[in-house]
């Protein structure tokens, strides 16, 4: 089955992102609509047609056909297209979904933003065969993602063995090597749990000696772990959270920024605009105004491309 080029609801595509266990789309742009974006699932870009740069943290990746680009959840990232039409395969999948079935630290490595070098030397023109091995996985996968539990019986298991196999496919594409990765299950664990804790409480009071007293842990050490295991200081993931709810609320609501501010868990309208202008590079009436902009743009782009 193939996977319809823009065959979803543009407003109800970004609730998927960010809502379900994962999520494959096919998307084609006729014009520029540069978007800054960040959400808490790990994104996967196979490039069809189409030339365009994303900055992901700061960072610059430059995408050409046969290119894979891989975006770690809660990273920022923003795209300038350059030659048109911009085709791409795109499965966007849950941290918390992967990780309940993938247990290799190795493996989970290819959920992982890859350093400039590593996307040069082993993302850019990647085998052919490869390429299209991943392409038949994703629209397996859309077949699950589509289907009823009742014509498709052990449909949860089927996503999961997919998902594996193209994490599996990523991982010898990208000729990956095992390290002796050293992880501690019991503080892995512990990080998990405070990670859970910020997504859940992050509209209240959050500091590592507030976390200690919770998580019975001394403040250095929540501080050593939580960025071994997450990636971020906890400071940055607390304000990471925050600016993703906002950026929701500024997507989804015409709630005020005052209001907004206070609903995401920022103490001062004007730390909400300072770590938003920091986290997405643009104030939030610049955001919510440019995101409008966008879903009208996504309405009135070009005939749809039949491509097979």
Not at 53 to 59: A, E, F, G, N, P
Not at 216 to 225: A, D, G, R, T, V
Not at 279 to 307: M, V
């Amino acid at each position: 089955m193939e996977v319809g080029i823009n065959d979803y609801i543009e407003a109800e595509h970004f609730r998927a992102i960010c809502e379900d266990d994962y999520n494959v789309s096919r998307s084609c742009e006729w014009q520029h609509n540069s978007m800054h974006h960040i959400h808490n699932s790990c994104e996967i870009l196979l490039i069809e047609e189409g030339v365009t740069d994303y900055y992901i943290l700061d960072k610059k990746y430059h995408l050409d056909p046969g290119d894979i680009l891989v975006i770690s959840a809660m990273h920022h990232h923003v795209r300038y297209m350059h030659v048109f039409p911009y085709l791409r395969y795109g499965l966007t999948i849950s941290p918390d979904y992967y990780r309940s079935f993938i247990f290799d630290p190795n493996l989970l490595r290819v959920f992982n933003t890859p350093t400039q070098e590593e996307y040069d030397k082993y993302c850019k023109k990647v085998p052919e065969d490869d390429f299209r091995h991943l392409v038949s996985l994703f629209k397996s996968l859309y077949v699950e993602q589509i289907s009823d539990i009742s014509i498709n019986p052990m449909k949860s298991q089927m996503e999961k063995a997919l998902i594996q196999e193209i994490a599996i496919t990523l991982y010898r594409t990208f000729r990956m090597q095992e390290r002796n990765v050293i992880i501690d299950p019991y503080q892995e664990e512990r990080v998990s749990r405070i990670r859970d804790y910020i997504n859940t409480h992050f509209r209240d009071e959050l500091s590592l000696e507030q976390l200690g007293s919770v998580f019975y842990m001394h403040p250095s050490n929540i501080s050593k772990y939580f960025h071994k295991y997450c990636g971020f200081t906890l400071n940055q993931y607390i304000n990471t959270v925050r600016v993703y709810e906002a950026q929701k609320l500024l997507e989804t609501t015409s709630k005020s920024i005052a209001v907004i501010a206070e609903e995401a868990g920022f103490g001062s309208i004007n730390n909400f605009i300072r770590q938003f202008r920091v986290i997405l590079k643009k104030t939030p009436e610049r955001y919510r105004k440019d995101f409008r902009a966008f879903l009208s743009s996504s309405h009135n782009q070009g005939p749809p491309l039949q491509i097979t």
